[in-house]
């Protein structure tokens, strides 16, 4: 069935360092892949998304690209801030089906 | 404008009793989804409605677990007998139409279950 897989936490990085977060999938059509972010105390909503292979989804100087070839969709970004701490799912949904399947989540922590 | 809001925000039970969960869609959202999210997991689909009907019921767990939405707006998830396994934050979302890989699924803030 479909999945997804990613780095295990936590991470901790110190401000301004490069950031990736690492994802793989399993899916047997041709998905779209987004990144979900929780931070602490609110509710999860969507980082970026991209719909179909080679497209590169970005969102506050977040950056993943939809790589077919090596079924991955790793999360960057080149300077971290504190405000970037959080839980991030990377996810996925087959155009047939509505469902979203979320990976384990990777808790990235940023020191000042 | 407002998003998805669930009522209660907090539910502490005990084991074998009955509890309902609200979900507010955003209005307008014709989609809606509960997932279901254990402590350290990733967020797993239960079910999910198109309009008044459950299109896709494929995640939810036993027939212990059901869910309205009988006017294709406010959906209740309801679990009866409960047990100490169905402890989690349970999750409501919304999107605009019928639902599928290119809509944004808009999360409410959770249900956080506690079964004693």
């Known amino acids: 069935g479909n999945s997804v897989t990613q780095m295990e936490g936590p991470v901790t990085l110190s401000e301004e360092a490069f950031l990736t977060i690492n994802c793989t999938y399993t899916a047997t059509g041709y998905p779209s892949l987004f990144w979900y972010v929780q931070y602490p105390g609110e509710g999860l909503q969507l980082l970026l998304k991209?719909?179909?292979?080679?497209d590169k989804g970005s969102n506050k100087g977040f950056e993943a690209t939809y790589r077919k070839e090596t079924t991955s969709f790793h999360l960057e970004k080149g300077s971290v801030q504190v405000s970037d701490s959080a839980v991030y799912f990377c996810a996925l949904s087959e155009r047939s089906a509505s469902k979203i399947i979320f990976g384990s989540g990777t808790r990235l922590s940023i020191r000042p | 404008g407002a998003g998805v809001s669930q009522t209660p925000s907090n539910k502490v039970t005990e084991k074998g009793k009955y509890v309902e969960l609200r979900c507010d869609p955003i209005s307008g959202h014709t989609a809606l989804y509960w997932y279901r999210q254990s402590l350290g997991q990733g967020p797993e689909f239960l079910i999910y409605?198109?309009?008044?009907?459950?299109?896709?019921d494929s995640g939810l767990p036993n027939d212990r677990f059901f869910a309205v939405r009988p006017e294709g707006s406010v959906s209740t998830l309801k679990i009866q007998r409960t047990e100490r396994g169905d402890s989690a934050v349970y999750l409501c979302a919304s999107s605009i139409s019928r639902g599928g890989s290119t809509d944004t699924q808009y999360f409410g803030p959770g249900t956080r279950l506690t079964v004693l």
């Open positions: 991209a719909t179909k292979a080679d």
């Open positions: 409605f198109q309009g008044t009907g459950a299109a896709d």
